[in-house]
T-cell receptor, first 112, second 114 residues
């Protein structure tokens, strides 16, 4: 099946720093989504990308759909303590209507 | 805005028992997806339904079954529970199997099998 490689696995940063994480795949995805998950809660959608090359922002978050359709990155600028959580990339490819393949997640810790 | 509602939030069952998880999609969403997330793992797709018919099937064990009802809510039935079934089970919903109209997850059901 399709797989997503997400990196880094975890990050520990100081408040105010910028953060970057990415996902890559050996196969093409048609849609990329970035989610944030707090412990014991469901993933919350941050940004959705539908076209290759698309660059989208949501407040301090910016994400891009790679031109090859095999990768995506998420940047968080000026991090704050409430950014703490696990960030997942998810892709929709050829595995079925709207079923998502998730990356392994990036755990972000922000020190005040 | 209304979100995806899952019940119960927490469930404790013994081995070999059965469990039923419920999912109520966002109003007017006709597609429901079930995911399983083990401890420290990423969500894994189990099964989906569109207009009350099974749409796609992922890594759902044969001991599990699911259906979507006329009001579009869905139930995941799990039988002969095993310790390894302990996980967070998420439901997501969308409209017309399309991501562009939104793909929202519920808060999940935490199943613990003892």
């Amino acid at each position: 099946g399709q797989q997503l490689n997400q990196s880094p696995q975890s990050m520990f940063i100081q408040e105010g720093e910028d953060v970057s994480m990415n996902c890559t795949s050996s196969s093409i995805f048609n849609t990329w989504l970035w989610y944030k998950q707090d412990p014991g809660e469901g993933p919350v959608l941050l940004i959705a990308l539908y076209k290759a090359g698309e660059l989208t922002s949501n407040g301090r978050l910016t994400a891009q759909f790679g031109i090859t359709r095999k990768d995506s990155f998420l940047n968080i600028s000026a991090s704050i303590p409430s950014d703490v959580g696990i960030y997942f990339c998810a892709g929709q490819g050829d595995s079925g209507y709207s079923t998502l393949t998730f990356g392994k997640g990036t755990m972000l810790l922000v020190s005040p | 805005a209304a979100g995806v509602i899952q019940s119960p939030r927490h469930l404790i069952k013994e081995k070999r028992e059965t469990a039923t998880l419920k999912c109520y999609p966002i109003p007017r969403h006709d597609t429901v997806y079930w995911y399983q997330q083990g401890p420290g793992q990423d969500p894994q797709f189990l099964i989906s339904f569109y207009e009350k018919m099974q749409s796609d099937k992922g890594s759902i064990p044969d001991r599990f079954s699911a259906q979507q009802f006329s009001d579009y809510h869905s139930e995941l039935n799990m039988s002969s529970l095993e310790l390894g079934d302990s996980a967070l089970y998420f439901c997501a919903s969308s409209y017309n199997r399309q991501l562009v109209y939104g793909y929202t997850f519920g808060s999940g059901t935490r199943l613990t099998v003892v």
